[in-house]
């Protein structure tokens, strides 16, 4: 087949790269079986009218006019490969034209859940603490080191959200033989019964867990919606993990909250990115601080390789994306996930 011949790819996806999201074979399949145009975002308005014309896929998540959008004519899928969606095109023509949104964000789903079982343990355990207080000659053996320790096994769990990241968390936490409640007002319980879990209202999982886990994606419903009632319903000493967007969660509120006494925390989120240097989140006893690495590791990215080329294989061959997680008409517009800057 001829060059002119293969499908054209828009890759616009920044701030990923193509060698980020690719091993070398994958990026040389992709290459073999594509025509690849590399823009920026910005830059796709601007191609030339037979690129937008011919392109049937976009990798990348660029702002799309409904004047641009109604010059490419042939575009089958977008491959969101940010994973955030964002209100910069026009959906409802999207999908009224059968064109698929997608996203690779699963492949985040495990990595996050990770960190934040590890999270959780080092609030129960004092781990961190423990190590600094050694490196320093202050450390206290045995039960002396011991006097708020917890356990996770056996505790009451809550998790607020229940998507691919909260479904990964909840198989981790198997093996601690948890009671698992959980709040996500967008899923049927019977969704949420078949994965072992119990449904449950916000109050229930605010004040009857041990550890509250929270992995709901910000909407235009739930910005903020989690402050200072919210965490005066919690147990005393309950600890709080934040591992989806700092924009559910009124964040002073949740600094006074561990100020308090009244919870612990930790986050790997933030509601700005970097952190200003003089952040009082930065020296909060209590709280213990990530920098938005869960899900950033070179496995994670590469996996979004072999998502892409295998929906596009489907799409071209007359069948649907099933690797990736589509975008839903009802739901994509109220997505209010703000971007990473960073790889």
Partial sequence: ??????????????????????????????????????????????????????????????????????????????????????????????????????????????????????MALNLARGIVDADLAFRQGKELWGGDGNATARLLSGAEVGIIGF????????????????????FDPWLPPSILIDNGVEPASLDKVLSESDFVFVVASVTSENQGFLGTEAFAKMRKGAAFILLSRAGVVDFPALMQAVRNGQIVAASDVFPEEPLARDHPVRTLPGFLRSAHRAGALDVAFKRMGDMVLEDMDLIDRGLPPLRSKRAERETVSRMRSKPVDKN
């Fill in 1 to 118: 087949m001829s060059n002119n011949a293969l499908p054209l790819v828009i890759s616009a996806p920044e701030p990923r790269t193509l060698e980020l999201i690719f091993t070398p074979p994958q990026l040389a399949l992709f290459r073999k079986r594509y025509r690849i145009v590399e823009t920026t975002p910005e830059g796709v308005a601007g191609l030339p009218a037979h690129v937008l014309a011919e392109a049937r896929y976009i990798v990348g998540q660029p702002p799309l006019r409904p004047e641009t959008l109604e010059r490419l004519q042939a575009l089958r899928c977008v491959f969101n490969v940010e994973t955030n969606l964002v209100n910069n095109m026009p959906y409802d023509t999207l999908f009224a034209r059968g064109i698929h949104v997608v996203t690779t964000g699963l492949v985040f789903a495990e990595p996050v859940a990770e960190l934040g079982l590890a």
């Fill in 163 to 182: 998507g691919d990241l909260g479904r990964a968390l909840n198989r981790l936490l198997t093996g601690f033989r948890t009671l698992i409640r959980v």
